[in-house]
């Protein structure tokens, strides 16, 4: 489990295919002398599980379904890339709860400058801006951002300096495609008014119905 709060960028040092998967070494830009075998990291918002360690950085796999969903399978040698490493029960929750488990991808098809800040604003498909809101939050190439419009096939962010500073997004273009995974709990919820059936015979109700639902504000 991750936030959405970058914590440094790295550079892919090698890349290598292998049928349908491929393997990346990561180079990071910051810190990682802990870093072990076997712990989650997201790179780019895609969560990977470290499979080597070396003088170069670090190496992961990526596999087929990850590279069909996700924009990793676009990367090249010398890109930089955004890094997090997984969520620790005593860390703070800065940004929100991000799984890793990226959905689909958008494209940019506006960015521009407004004081400080950046404007873009991200296609996605329909079957993922059923769960954005205004106000509510999405991970855009694993960065936690709020979103500040959406419609029915787009979404709107803002990108101040210092998360310019912190992560690639800046390095992005018109056209671009970008990770998006959108937020979990909306799923969750979505489920929930859609299992309204009983329960199988011999089972107890979960008692969450939608009327409780609606009653504590998750209804329209």
Not at 168 to 174: E, F, Q, S
Request: glycine share 12%; with cysteine.
């Amino acid at each position: 489990m991750f936030t959405g709060l970058i914590q440094g960028k790295g550079t892919i040092q090698s890349i290598g295919r292998s049928g349908g998967d491929m393997k990346m070494t990561i180079s990071p830009l910051f810190s990682m002398d802990d870093c072990a075998l076997g712990e989650s990291i997201a790179v780019n918002g895609v969560c990977l599980t470290v499979t080597g360690i070396g003088p170069d950085g670090f190496s992961v796999d990526v596999s087929g379904e990850t590279l069909s969903r996700s924009t990793l399978g676009f990367l090249r040698e010398k890109e930089e890339v955004n890094l997090e490493r997984a969520l620790r029960l005593s860390d703070r929750l800065g940004g929100h709860l991000v799984a890793g488990h990226v959905d689909g991808m958008g494209k940019i098809t506006r960015k521009e400058q407004r004081d400080r800040s950046w404007f873009f604003r991200i296609q996605i498909e329909r079957a993922l801006a059923r769960y954005t809101i205004e106000k509510g939050s999405i991970a855009v190439d694993g960065i936690s951002l709020t979103i500040n419009r959406c419609g029915e096939t787009f979404v709107e962010v803002n990108i101040i300096p210092e998360t310019a500073k912190q992560t690639t997004i800046l390095n992005k273009r018109t056209g671009d495609p970008v990770n998006i995974e959108v937020d979990l709990i909306g799923k969750y919820v979505e489920k929930f008014f859609q299992n309204k059936q009983s329960p199988p015979k011999g089972e107890a109700s979960s008692g969450i119905t939608g009327e409780m639902l609606t009653k504590y504000g998750f209804g329209e």
